[in-house]
Nanobody, 124 residues
């Protein structure tokens, strides 16, 4: 069993930056692909970014490409989401997720473990 705990959310002005962290318990973290998703009020949960188990490949939604960076430190069992040039439309609850198959996916149903989420609010 893996537990995921997100942190780093908060309130920031448009154009600002935040760094989200997701700490994982369990010895098998390094074999999982990890993803970040977000859900705004009244909207479906959507893919943001993903990284393969080795960290060798990363993938982004078009809406965040060039502004967000996903990374991981398997020695620390942690995955990060650096968010720059934030926009009001980035406001959402951000969730990290782990996929035991190790490859990336933007399909939320392919992820086996989820964190509780952290709120990101971007003011205009």
């Amino acid at each position: 069993q893996v537990q995921l705990v997100e942190s780093g959310g908060g309130l920031v002005q448009a154009g600002g930056s935040l760094r989200l962290s997701c700490a994982a318990s369990g010895r098998t973290f390094s074999t999982y692909a990890m993803g970040w998703f977000r859900q705004a009020p009244g909207k479906e949960r959507e893919f943001v970014a993903a990284i393969t188990w080795s960290g060798g490949s990363t993938y982004y939604a078009d809406s965040v490409k060039g502004r967000f960076t996903i990374s991981r430190d398997n020695a620390k069992n942690t995955v990060y989401l650096q968010m720059n040039s934030l926009k009001p439309e980035d406001t959402a609850v951000y969730y990290c997720a782990g996929a035991t198959h190790g490859s990336w996916s933007k399909n939320r149903y392919e992820y086996d473990y989820w964190g509780q989420g952290t709120q990101v609010t971007v003011s205009s």
